[in-house]
């Protein structure tokens, strides 16, 4: 399984921006598929995930703001960003769970949230 990451940027604090993650390969060995940041200086934390029925689960403080989504036809996930904030500056990274290959990551796309 690959992960290619993009749109992430540079938006003012109370934006928008939109994430993708196009998966190829083995897809049909995922079962759950989450984004992930880390900030400078922080641990890795989770963002949100979906399972392949659409179920979503979201951390705290991203709950109301961002919401998951995914298109299975197109192997794309989406990760849609409302109302950012700085604390929200982070490299977002795209995860891919397997059952042939385990935990899959993408390369990352950074988002800054300028105050």
């Known amino acids: 399984v690959q992960l290619v990451e993009s749109g992430g940027g540079l938006v003012q604090a109370g934006g928008s921006l939109r994430l993708s993650c196009a998966a190829s390969g083995s897809t049909s060995s995922i079962f759950l598929m989450g984004w992930y940041r880390q900030a400078p200086g922080k641990q890795r934390e989770l963002v949100a995930t979906?399972?392949?029925?659409?179920?979503?689960n979201y951390a705290d403080s991203v709950k109301g703001r961002f919401t998951i989504s995914r298109d299975n036809a197109k192997n794309t996930m989406y990760l849609q960003m409302n109302a950012l904030k700085p604390e929200d500056t982070a490299v977002y990274y795209c995860?891919?769970?397997?059952?042939?290959?385990?935990?899959?990551w993408g390369q990352g796309t950074q988002v800054t949230v300028s105050s």
């Open positions: 995860n891919a769970r397997s059952f042939v290959q385990g935990w899959r």
């Open positions: 979906i399972t392949g029925s659409g179920i979503t």
